[in-house]
């Protein structure tokens, strides 16, 4: 019999930690999309990533490396510049375990050419994975990746570093990336008094001999313990890019002189830099006064890759609500079983499932764009549409996680207050919202035909289902119309639905059509829950979302 002091103690009515647990063998809309998306060759591989990044050790880690955030050390004892960022020792293990899954490099050959078949496909899942646990450490991943697309135009430069970056060895150590076992790249194109608009940075390039000394500052530099940088700065004929390693080549420190530490709303387990540069070393990468077209490579990936995390963190905050709903009891019946949080969780798992699909649609035309002129097309015109809606759907499905966890939800034991923080980097980050739909008026401007014929084809893809044509329709009207800047958010919205919809059309066409009712077919609610599912569509959602 329980005692009267151990039952005032005794902890019940409490779900058990949602870890040990293997991320990619419960995700059943995952490894739908993989498969429709040529990639369950990887099965196996991503089966040992998901038990790995699903292990209470990774989760572990994760917190240990956001509570202990990153130090700037600017000299040394005795007053020597120093510049370096410290961080926990939770943070290299992250490091460690997505470098070592090829995360940051896997999507290229060992000549830095695009690797095709479905590298793009395999590498998301496990980009998608990681996010659910931890975020802040993929900054410099992403951008690792992401780098070799603009390195590209300089050949002799990638020529050098690609041996390096194509290493799968996590090399912390502080000293010039040629002496190093591996490697990682960052970026700087901001500046305080332009932001989003490069072309008024003021930072400047000076030849020397084959070299540059770059002079000026970036408001924004991610990453700052990365080996080397992708940087714009003015030379006469306007901007180009250049890469910038910490270290010059006869092995002294290069002249990043970093101001401070961004204190970041959220990302904290990751740096984000203010820097100066004071006649620091820089070869450049592409053509002089061609920075922007050459930066756009890395642009577009990480691009990509903001999408990819934003559908990842809503996985995680649908599989921790619902796994906690499934668990706590109210009114003698579990939270999952109440028929008004059951619509909240189906709603949110329509949600996560079609993004899921769309994200892997997406990593699909990267795949295929060098080989087949649609899908390039796809990729071109659809990256800005997917970023917008994935990364600005995040902060407010979280918080719709949070509370499906009530006042557990709120506090930093848990995970969801930390992927709350997280949330709005993406859409923040690499183009903000105004910026995405610019870039699809800008493609629609540039390549007509070529966008037209998307939309055509995602038409095609969704006919017959609930309010799809009319979404089309809409989206045509909206974006050809003079002012068609005063209405690109919406139609750029509807058009990432209407791309949603036929991406999970061809996964698994009965809650396409669910999602087309719920999203495309007359007006709908802000918020998750309002829309009507029968019981068996609700518990068909959530069976598919995490498995009983």
Known sequence: MTSPASAKHAVINQSPPFEDVNLFELDRPLVDALAFNDASSAFIEHSGFGKLWGSAEMADRARRANENTPKLRTFDARGNRRDEVEFHPAYHELMMASVAAGIHNSTWTVDGKPKGRASETVRAAKFYMAAQVETGHLCPITMTRAAVGALASQPDVLAQVMPIIGSETYDPSFKPWFEKTGMTLGMGMTERQGGTDVRANMTFAKRDGDAFQITGHKWFMSAPMCDAFLVLAQEESGLSCFFMPRFRPDGSLNALNFQRLKDKLGNRSNASSEVEFNEAYALRVGEEGKGIRTIIQMVQLTRQDCAIASAGLMRSGLVHALHHTRHRSVFQKHLADQPMMQSVLADMALHVEATTALVMRLCRAFDQAPEDSMEAAYMRFLTPVVKYWVCKSAPGFLYEAMECLGGNGYVEEGILA?????????????????????????????????????????????????????????????????????????????????????????????HAELFARTRLDGPRSMLYGAAEFTEVQARGLLERALPL
């Open 418 to 510: 930390r992927h709350y923080r997280e949330a709005p980097v993406n859409a923040i980050w690499e183009g903000s919202g105004n910026v995405m739909c610019l870039d699809v008026l800008r493609a629609l401007s540039r390549e007509g035909d070529a966008a037209t014929g998307v939309l055509q084809e995602l038409m095609l893809e969704t006919q017959g289902l609930p309010g799809a044509s009319d979404a089309a329709s809409f989206v045509i009207r909206c974006l050809l119309r003079p002012d068609s800047e005063r209405a690109a958010r919406q139609a750029v919205e509807v058009l990432a639905m209407l791309a949603a919809t036929a991406a999970l059309n061809m996964i698994h066409p009965p």
